[in-house]
């Protein structure tokens, strides 16, 4: 029985050490990564992670995981794997003073060109309803 078990562990741990191959990386996944790897380090990025968190900042560094953007809203260092990350945009938009966060730079421009089409039609409507 010994002699079995012996050669059962003989065995088994040669096969329980064998390097695991990394899970490859979904192409959105990969995609995110090549847009990281093209940006200089301190580069300003937008980050929308999958699960609808957003960050604002500059990129620290980057690897084969993910990469470390320094968050400017919430002053410290965030690791985002690239797994994560649904959308990746250049830049952050301004402020909101209401709730103390930056804001993504498409939607600033979203909004200001709703407010714009906003004051033209109320001011045709009111042309319009002077003649």
């Not at 953007?69 to 990350?85: F, G, M, R, S």
């Amino acid at each position: 029985m010994r002699s079995l078990a012996a050669w059962l562990l003989a065995v088994c741990i040669p096969l329980c050490q064998a390097q695991q191959t990394p899970v490859p990386m979904s192409p959105r996944a990969q995609k995110i990564q090549t847009k990281i790897e093209e940006l200089a380090s301190g580069a300003s990025l937008t980050v929308i992670l999958r699960e609808g968190t957003e960050y604002h900042g500059a990129l620290l560094s980057a690897d084969q995981a993910g990469f470390i953007l320094n968050e400017i809203d919430q002053k410290q260092q965030i690791v985002v794997h690239y797994e994560d990350v649904k959308k990746l945009r250049n830049g952050y938009g301004g402020m909101n003073h209401a709730t103390g966060r930056h804001v993504d730079p498409v939607r600033s421009k979203v909004i200001v060109i709703a407010i714009a089409v906003g004051v033209v039609v109320i001011l045709l409507a009111a042309l319009a309803t002077d003649k």
